[in-house]
């Protein structure tokens, strides 16, 4: 089955600093790549998604890429701010089968 | 459009004792699951329906755990007996297509 890896397990920036989350996948036919941001105690929600005829995605200061030969993909979010300090996991479907990553930890410092 | 249910929010039980979880999915999903997050790591699928039947149990412990998604829409989800590994948050999910899901709230679990 799937295995889905991310990095790093934590991340701290500065407020207004980039930040990049990256992921890697086993199976080659995934073709479905969502992100999703867990502030505590709460349910995970999508932020940002990418199929796997799309290489890069961009929505406001979110961005995902996707490198289909390499397996991995991107989560890279400019401008950080306070609020953007959370859990996010990344995950990788093929057919409604979707596999999350063990998640990273991002802290953003006012 | 309404949510994914699920109840109850919280339960404490002690080991050995039996619990269950209920979810009710986005009207017209085909698509629920079941996932269990201990803190501090992603959520882990322990089952899949597709309508009332089952896709993906591989990881479900099934010598204590059972789902059943009578008629194709409201899921239960049984621990029995539990044990005090089995504290973690259980998320019911739904979804129309392979276009991402929509989580429920989440039943917190904890055996003591």
């Known amino acids: 089955g799937e295995n889905v890896e991310q990095h790093p397990s934590t991340l701290s920036v500065q407020e207004g600093d980039s930040a990049v989350i990256k992921c890697t996948y086993s199976d080659s036919a995934s073709n479905y790549f969502p992100w999703y941001k867990q502030e505590l105690g709460k349910r995970p929600q999508l932020i940002i998604d990418i199929r796997s005829n799309v290489g890069e995605k961009k929505d406001q200061r979110i961005a995902v890429t996707l490198n289909k030969t390499a397996k991995h993909f991107s989560l890279h979010i400019t401008e950080t701010q306070p609020e953007d300090s959370a859990v996010y996991f990344c995950a990788a479907s093929l057919d409604n089968d979707m596999r999350f990553g063990a998640g990273t930890r991002l802290t953003v410092k006012p | 459009e309404a949510g994914v249910a699920q109840s109850p929010r919280y339960k404490i039980i002690e080991k050995r004792q039996s619990v269950a979880f209920w979810c009710n999915p986005i009207s017209g999903h085909a698509t629920l699951y079941w996932y269990q997050q201990i803190l501090g790591q992603g959520p882990k699928l322990l089952i899949q329906f597709q309508n009332n039947g089952v896709v993906d149990d591989s990881q479900l412990p099934k010598d204590r755990f059972s789902a059943e998604r009578l008629k194709g829409v409201d899921s239960t989800l049984k621990i029995q007996p539990a044990k005090l590994e089995d504290s973690a948050v259980y998320l019911c999910?739904?979804?129309?297509?392979?276009?991402?899901?929509?989580f429920g709230s989440g039943t917190r679990l904890t055996v003591v």
């Open positions: 999910a739904s979804s129309s297509r392979n276009y991402g899901y929509t």
